[in-house]
């Protein structure tokens, strides 16, 4: 199983000793089997319109949200 990380604050340094692999948000909507979402909701992340990036990713990929309400578009990910 491979892991792949976005996150602005974690030098790969870290990343490394947790054995993921840190890239950009596109990239793992594209190539991730399972998504979790572990953000506060703030301005930034709220519900802001993903609906093309969401298209990015594969068939049968699966969302689990560990953070809270809000953060996903749930009508988003919905759409065929």
Do not use: W
Not at 18 to 39: G, K
Not at 58 to 64: A, E, I, L, T
């Amino acid at each position: 199983m491979s892991v792949l990380a976005f996150d602005p604050f974690c030098t790969p340094e870290r990343a490394a000793t947790i054995d993921a692999e840190l890239t950009t948000v596109d990239d793992i909507l594209r190539r991730a089997d399972f998504i979790t979402v572990h953000v506060p909701k703030t301005k930034e992340t709220a519900k802001h319109d993903r609906g093309e990036q969401l298209k990015l990713t594969k068939k049968g990929v699966r969302f689990v949200n560990v953070a809270r309400g809000g953060i996903i578009n749930e009508a988003d990910l919905a759409r065929p």
